[in-house]
């Protein structure tokens, strides 16, 4: 038996942070394909294993629990798996990490695709775009990254806000690799955090899987064909 | 000595979650104007009180602690003055409806304002509008909503869900009182909710301070004046 399911796309996006936390824990997870999560997608709210707009959402086949947003299953995960720091604020921190990664998605994507990217409103976004590597970067520092005693980002044993971090910036420059000069330049202890993470047996596995099942997508459709044209 | 300083912009929206949250637990809090706001959010991050990107901003003078984003504040808050679940399962579903919630703001502002709405684009926009109800209707008459004897949403001690949920709908249909018949009609639970939160008597001065200094303002801006000309 399986520890959890996962509804997601076949897509790295947002599946990616809960795939890279369940890969370090060594869970075993199925993944349904694109009919089944459309199906549950499509449900009256009353009949969804948990009521939810879009995925991901996971269940926890031990405890019989689903619940949908990357946030929750990030928390979730983190709780069970001891992947928290015990303190309320590294704890808001950590949250703080995953609202911001989820702000840098909507933006990348023009919120899911609401709109397309030109290059003029690209090459306007991208000092936006460094801000954000800014504001990471600097979150890890004044929790000691750089001297690589982090308490927050770059801790002994990576932390849900490692992986969210690292997943974000390294999954995003992996497969637009023109971007990662970028994030070298702007966030150089954000970046070595990045392969750090990559380089650990279990991250190193996923990434392969994941190259292999998805090919260059990121987040897919219309919105990925846009952005690569710009990047 | 006030216990907290809140950085947000002279409108409900986002900020009002938070105040709700700290009127509840009888709190003290100094609010900043604009132009020290704007400041602060215009510093380089190694600069600022948290590395952000926007408000909401909190610093807690007990602990000298400063964090951004609205999910993160509500869980320091949460954590600090016992408004969560005790267990790991409750607390995610916490974290989804503070999520769902965000997802709901973005929608209704058209991403911050990214776009502004047309009648026609409101019209198609109101099935998905319903369909949010729904799915915090169900979230809590999963959680024993309608018997009144809520696990999650309408326990007998307030939580940081209910204030999220009914901030959320409550102050949106106070704003637009022309939504609140859509909510009575197809979240009649949460509509309720939503009443016995707002008759708490720190809920109804804050109502009161809210009502005197921001009017009519829900978000501000363009956006809402795109949004009065079509809800």
Redesign the interface.
């Known amino acids: 038996m399986t520890d959890y399911t996962l509804y997601y796309w076949p897509v790295p996006f947002r599946g990616q942070f809960v795939r890279a936390v369940l890969a370090h824990v060594g869970a075993t997870w199925n993944e349904l394909g694109f009919n089944d999560i459309n199906a549950e997608r499509r449900k009256?709210?009353?009949e969804?294993i948990?009521?939810?707009?879009g995925p991901p959402v996971l269940i926890d086949h031990a405890?019989d629990?689903a619940?949908?947003?990357?946030?929750?299953?990030l928390?979730?995960l983190g709780?069970?798996h001891e992947l928290l720091p015990n303190d309320?604020?590294r704890?808001?921190?950590t949250?703080?990490i995953?609202?911001?990664t989820?702000?840098v998605l909507?933006e990348m994507t023009?919120?899911n695709g609401?709109?397309m990217w030109t290059p003029a409103e690209w090459q306007a976004y991208l000092p936006?775009l460094k801000?954000?590597m800014?504001?990471?970067?600097?979150?890890g520092?004044?929790h000691g990254l750089s001297a690589r005693s982090g308490t927050l980002l770059g801790t002994d044993a990576p932390s849900v806000a490692d992986f969210t971090a690292t997943v974000l910036w390294g999954t995003m420059t992996d497969k637009f690799p023109s971007l990662r000069p970028l994030l070298d330049e702007t966030a150089p202890s954000l970046a070595a955090l990045c392969d750090r993470i990559a380089a650990l047996p279990e991250q190193k596995k996923l990434r392969i899987k994941s190259d292999t099942d998805y090919g260059d997508a990121w987040c897919a459709g219309q919105i990925e064909a846009s952005l690569r044209a710009v990047v």
């Open positions: 009256s709210p009353s969804q948990v009521p939810h707009m405890n629990f619940v949908s947003q990357t946030a929750a299953i928390l979730y709780r069970k309320a604020e704890e808001a921190l949250v703080k995953i609202a911001d989820d702000d909507y023009r919120y609401a709109q936006r801000r954000w800014v504001v990471f970067e600097q979150t520092l004044r």
